[in-house]
Every structure is written in C-alpha cells, then in structure tokens.
C-alpha cells in the first residue's frame, strides 16, 4: 500500500493543529461516550482526553507525529478494523473518510466496532463554491466530485444527521478552506502541503492559479470580489458533521 501521508505528512502536526472551536463540536458530538475508536487518526487531533481511546492510523509519518502520552495506536486501515464487533461507544473519524480506498466498507467497519458513530466531512457542491475552488482552482471540483458525498456517508450509518459546522476566521487546522479569510496563506507552499486536495494536483497549475491569486491580492480584485481578508467571524465552506442516530 502506499502512502500519500509520506510527502503529505511532514509537518502535518505543525500545520494541523487541531481548532479549539472544532474540537468543542466534537466533544459535544461525541456526549456521554466512554470509549472512543478514532479511525484514520493521524497524528492525534481532537482525540478527547479524559475517556478511553484507541487510534487507527495506517501512516507511519502520522504516527510517529503522535505526541508522547497520546492515546495508544494501531496500524491498520479502516476497511479491516482489528477489532471486535460493537467494542467502543463511538467510532469516529475526522477528515479521513475521503482517503479510504473503499469507504463503503470503511463505514460497514466502523458501524460494525462502535455502537455509535461521528464522522466530520465535507459537502463538495459548497466547497466547489469556495472562492479558491470556484476561482482559481476548478479543477479540485472535479477530482473530488466522485468522493464520498454527506448523503453517502448518512446512509452507510444508517439514520444520520447532518449538522453545519462553521469554519472560525483565524481557525488553526489548516484544512482546504481553513484559510476562507486568510488568502495570502495559500500563496506559502507549506501550507499547501499539508492540504490534500492542493498536493495532489499538477504543481505547474498550482503555480499559476497562485501568481493570479497574488496579482488579484496586489491589484484589490480579491477584496472587490470577497471583501477585506483577516475579517473576524465564522463561514459556513462546507464542513459537515455526520452523526448517526441511535
Ligand atoms: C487529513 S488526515 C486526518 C487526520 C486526523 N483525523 C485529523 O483530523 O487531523 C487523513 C488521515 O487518514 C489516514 N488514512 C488514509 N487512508 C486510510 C484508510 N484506508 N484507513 C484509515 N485511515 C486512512 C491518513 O493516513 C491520514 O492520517
């Protein structure tokens, strides 16, 4: 198997820090749980701390970013989860589901190992509208467009709901459209390269949607079109929470 996360992954727990604001929707998400199975774990953000968790994690770039006393790990993938039926109050999985080879069967695992589960994703018609996606990268829309949509990810869980969670202005886990507000920070390569769907694409195109990006910043097009960057306040750019009923 290869993995994406060994040029994607250096520098992720630096770039990725988890965002206290998301992390309270998670909590909340995650309500009287005891146990806590956080699948596609990565290197350890939003892992609660005062219940029991065990990670899943196939990288071992993201694992090695584990902080000392984080919560134990397995390598394995979410398609064959190690583990028994109906183990963990909650099986979670935060900003991965897009990544597994075969989600369908990742989501039959996860419902399988946990009595309950929450998965954070995103809704790809609104992230399409993002200004980035929209403008100056149209071609994410495309290559994400067979992804795993919410309403895919709802059915695979049985009764689901779907809740908006709002993207904070200065939010600190630099995901696609963390940086809504914040547009010269996709002009720094490194943050870049911890954003999937920017390091996979063809860098020659990236190069040049990024010199337009810096020319509409220095000409004032960007804040004619979307008003002045570093503007407090949250934005709905398509993250979706996933919670199945009980
Ligand atoms: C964007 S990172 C998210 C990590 C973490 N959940 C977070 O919120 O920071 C996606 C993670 O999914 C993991 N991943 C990729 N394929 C996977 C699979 N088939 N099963 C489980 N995890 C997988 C990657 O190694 C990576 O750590």
Redesign the pocket.
């Known amino acids: 198997m290869t ?1 994406p ?1 060994r040029t994607l992954g250096p520098g992720y727990s630096e770039r ?1 820090r988890p965002d206290p604001r998301l992390a309270t929707i998670i909590e909340e998400a995650l309500g009287d749980a005891r146990s806590v199975v ?6 350890g ?2 892992e609660p701390t005062d219940r029991m968790v065990l990670a ?4 071992p770039v ?1 694992i090695a970013q584990r902080s000392p006393g984080s919560a134990p790990v397995v390598r394995a ?3 064959r989860l190690p583990l028994p039926d109906r183990s963990f109050d909650v099986g979670l999985a ?3 589901v897009h ?3 075969d989600p369908a069967r ?1 989501l039959a695992e996860l419902r399988r190992v946990s009595r309950r589960q929450v998965v954070l994703t995103w809704d790809h018609t609104v992230v399409s509208r993002f200004w980035l996606v929209a403008e100056y990268l149209p071609e994410i829309a495309e290559a994400e467009a067979d992804l795993p949509a919410c309403d895919f990810i709802s059915r695979q869980l049985g009764p689901a709901q779907v809740t908006e969670v709002p993207v904070p202005h200065d939010c600190s886990d630099g995901f696609l459209a963390a940086y809504w507000n914040r547009p010269s920070a996709y002009l720094d390569p490194t943050v870049r390269a911890s954003i ?1 769907s920017l390091a996979k694409l063809d860098p020659t195109r990236v190069a040049e949607a990024m010199r337009r990006l810096r020319a509409d910043l220095d000409s004032g097009l960007w804040q004619q079109r979307h008003g002045r960057p570093d503007e407090a306040g949250s934005a709905d750019v398509g993250y979706r929470l996933v919670s199945s009923l009980e």
Do not use: F, K, Q
């Open positions: 993995d996360y990725r956080n699948v596609g774990a990565g290197t953000s939003y899943v994690e196939p990288s993201m993938v979410a398609e935060i900003l991965t990544h597994w080879t990742g999937s």
